[in-house]
C-alpha cells in the first residue's frame, strides 16, 4: 500500500512538472537566432551604397512588430527615431527618420540578427543608410553594422570595432568619395 501511495505521488510530481514546462513554452517567446555572413565594407564601399549619410541621435526606439503580410514568413522588425543634425550625404526634408532594424522582441517571437546594427536612445551617431526595399519613408543601415558609428567627442568607433578615429577625419573619406 506504501508503495502504492508513493508511486502514485511521484507520478503526480512528474505531471505536475512536465504541465508547468509546457505551460511555460506557450507564454515564453520562441527565440530565433539568424546567422550569415558579413561581406566586409570599407568607407568608400558604403558611401556609395548608402543613399543617405547623416549624424544624429537616436530619438526614440518604437516596440518590436510583426510583418505577417502574405509574401513571406514572419518578420520581426524594430522601428527606431533618429533626428539628423548634419548630412554628409543626399538631405532629406524630413526632420525625423524612422531606421528599421531586424529583430527584436514581440509577444510570441524573439529574433536577433546576428550582424545587425544597434541602435540605442539616446546615442550620437553616424549612420550610413539605404531605402527600405518593402516600406515606403523607411531607412535601413547599409552594411548592417558597419554602417553605424558611435560618435563621443570629436571621435568615431565602429560599432564592431574597438578602432577609435577622428570625426572630421572619417567625414573627409566620405567627401572625398562624393566628389
Not at 42 to 53: M, R, V
Not at 61 to 82: E, G
Not at 103 to 114: F, M, N, Q
Request: some cysteine; overall charge positive.
Amino acid at each position: 500500500m506504501k508503495n502504492r501511495i508513493a508511486i502514485l505521488a511521484l507520478v503526480g510530481v512528474v505531471v505536475i512538472i512536465a504541465g508547468l514546462l509546457y505551460w511555460r513554452t506557450l507564454i515564453k517567446p520562441r527565440k530565433q537566432v539568424v546567422n550569415g555572413i558579413l561581406v566586409e565594407m570599407d568607407i568608400p564601399t558604403l558611401s556609395k551604397k548608402a543613399d543617405t549619410i547623416l549624424i544624429g541621435t537616436v530619438k526614440s526606439k518604437l516596440p518590436s512588430a510583426k510583418d505577417n503580410s502574405k509574401k513571406r514568413l514572419s518578420k520581426v522588425y524594430t522601428d527606431v527615431i533618429v533626428v539628423p543634425e548634419k548630412y554628409l550625404k543626399n538631405p532629406q526634408d524630413s526632420p525625423e527618420l524612422k531606421v528599421r532594424l531586424a529583430g527584436g522582441k514581440t509577444d510570441d517571437a524573439w529574433v536577433w540578427v546576428e550582424d545587425e546594427a544597434s541602435l540605442e536612445r539616446g546615442e550620437h551617431v553616424l549612420l550610413f543608410l539605404s531605402k527600405d526595399a518593402e516600406a515606403r519613408d523607411v531607412w535601413t543601415v547599409t552594411g548592417l553594422c558597419q554602417g553605424k558609428f558611435n560618435i563621443s567627442g570629436s571621435k568615431v568607433k565602429q560599432q564592431f570595432s574597438d578602432e577609435e578615429i577622428e570625426l572630421n577625419r572619417l567625414e573627409q573619406q566620405i567627401q572625398k568619395v562624393q566628389d
